[in-house]
């Protein structure tokens, strides 16, 4: 995705920024969210099931960004929500769920993929200034094997160029919509 907005980007154009250790253990208890259940917003369901991404093992669920809502709207999707974002690991053998992270308005969380059952990457964005004219990626590698996060940067880019980021990610979103939907 961020090839579109930095052209020539590779994974390894990303830099270092921080290596520490977090704690998957404690967290509050998960209550899923049930099909069919009146009160259940449409939308944070469509969000759930296109962001919720489950482990290889199928014991977790990264949900990616549980303050999201998403509405079909034609050919496409309507992305919105909440203006803050909320990253969290389910573990659906426990039934708890832990934040990862969370921001505010100058940043989110937009994708994520497991490496293996005991990792994962999570993909997101922040304001690079206080205007909101430069953004820059950012991408963190989760290890349960040794409770240990990583996070790389990109380089900053224009808003403008951003948008072509964000275009790129809602087509990702529209592909995994246009898999999900005739099931």
Known sequence: MWTRALPGFEPDSMWLVNRSHW????GSRYEPIVAGDQSADPGDLLAFKLLGLRSPDRRYLLDVDSYQAIEPEGDSLTVGGEPDSRCSLIDERSMTEVVLQQCGTAGGYHWGR???????AVGGWSDADDFGQWKQGSLWLYSLGDSS???YETRIVSAAAYQTYEAAWHGWLLRRYRVLKPA
């Open 114 to 120: 497991w490496l293996r059952n005991d990792s994962f």
């Open 149 to 151: 996060v990583t996070e």
């Open 23 to 26: 704690s998957p253990s404690g």
